[in-house]
């Protein structure tokens, strides 16, 4: 069983992960991590944060002479930012957050933890712990790379400016949108959403967006139809739903399927003439009776705008219980081009668990054969 764990605040030493049951003998490239990772940091729209941060994987355990030994693979991530925070951190002077931002884990986790300050729930509720995810999904792809199971995104839609997508492969789409510092295929597009973007910051706002993640080379018959847990579409989506400000996810163009028909939906069987089958369209998005058919996956994925912004928002002064104004922490603008980077990570995971379970195994070569 594949599983990993989390640790560490957004303005602390580090954050860690403990990631179990990675087959032994997995070659680690700590590099291909470390690209991963700057991934996920670049995309227009970030905020001061990302320019403080080179967030790269320390290797702490379960790995000797750059192969899995079977062993928790333990990894940390330092945040440079920590210097800024160590001694304000230790001492006294930390002001309480008693205003809680609409939209954040602000007002559910202080009632919910009896704490009359936001800060110990902003700390762990940042996307910052999302490094670690990207870290974990950098080893589950290349464990799916040794199955030809390959992940990619892009986005289509930021602050209501929708893209063309051409019709390519995934493969072509993802170069595009590796190309591009809002992750889209559709050049006009981009240079709309990156006006978007700047209106909205110069505005004090800020803005969501929709990204796709496809997985390609996935065999068939990962996830089960015989238990509720073990459907795999509904794995899928709980790890993207799981994405801080990720609001709404389906699986092949869901939504404009339930406005058709049944005969306009369904991908028509065809022989392949060797006896076996093939199919002209994936409006399934890769997934029938919660178990993988063969063609890519397909996870569309919707943002909302994240919640804190230099314009002020009306909300309550908790320790007052008088009217106040949300007060602008440094903020990200938009991240939905970061979002589809960790969106690859969660479905990496998720597939690399499937494919585990699956073939069994506790080396690669046992899993291979
Ligand atoms: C990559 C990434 C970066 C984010 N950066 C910010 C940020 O700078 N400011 C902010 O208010 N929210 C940010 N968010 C969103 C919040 O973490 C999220 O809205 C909050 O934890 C509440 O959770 P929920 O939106 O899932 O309900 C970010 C999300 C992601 C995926």
């Not at 009896?114 to 995810?133: F, G, H, I, M, N």
């Not at 959403?193 to 990962?222: C, K, N, Q, W, Y």
């Not at 991240?335 to 195994?361: D, N, R, Y």
Request: include cysteine; charge should be neutral.
């Amino acid at each position: 069983m594949l599983r990993f764990l989390t640790a560490g605040e957004s303005h602390g030493p580090c954050l860690t992960a403990i990631v179990e049951g990675l087959p032994a003998g997995l070659a680690v490239d700590t590099e291909a991590i470390n690209r991963e990772l700057a991934r996920r940091q670049s995309g227009y729209g970030r905020g001061g944060r990302m320019d403080i941060e080179r967030d790269k994987a320390e290797i702490l355990g379960g790995v000797i002479s750059r192969h899995t030994t079977g062993a928790p693979v333990a990894l940390r991530i330092a945040n440079l930012d920590w210097s800024n925070w160590r001694d304000r951190w230790a001492g006294e002077d930390l002001p309480p957050l008693t205003v809680p931002r609409p939209g954040h884990a602000d007002y559910a986790g202080m009632v919910k933890y009896d704490l009359r300050d936001a800060r110990p729930v902003l700390e762990r509720a940042s996307a910052r712990e999302t490094a670690c995810r990207v870290a974990v999904g950098a080893l589950a792809k290349q464990l799916l790379a040794h199955f030809d199971v390959t992940v990619g995104s892009y986005v289509t839609d930021i602050g209501g400016v929708p893209a063309k997508i051409p019709r390519l492969s995934p493969q072509e789409l993802w170069a595009q949108a590796e190309s591009s510092d809002v992750r889209c295929p559709d050049v006009d597009a981009a240079k709309r959403m990156r006006e978007a973007i700047d209106s909205a910051r110069s505005d004090g706002d800020s803005l969501g967006g929709v990204f796709v993640v496809t997985a390609t080379g996935v065999p068939v018959g990962l996830g089960s139809h015989v238990q509720w847990d073990r459907r795999l579409d509904a794995r899928l989506t709980a790890a993207i739903m799981s994405i801080p400000a990720v609001k709404g996810v389906e699986i092949g163009p869901a939504f404009d399927n339930s406005r058709r028909r049944g005969t306009q939906v369904h991908d028509a069987f065809h022989p392949n003439g060797k006896g076996g089958i093939t199919r002209r369209t994936n409006r399934a998005g890769g997934i029938e009776g919660g178990m993988t058919n063969g063609m890519p996956v397909t996870v569309r994925v919707a943002l909302k705008p994240i919640p804190t912004t230099v314009a002020p928002q009306s909300s309550v002064d908790l320790t007052s219980g008088e009217p106040a104004q949300t007060q602008y922490q440094r903020s990200d603008v938009c991240v939905v081009p970061a979002a589809s980077v960790i969106g690859e990570a969660m479905i990496a995971w998720v597939l690399a668990a499937a494919l585990v379970e699956k073939l069994g195994g506790d080396s690669l070569a046992e899993m291979a054969r």
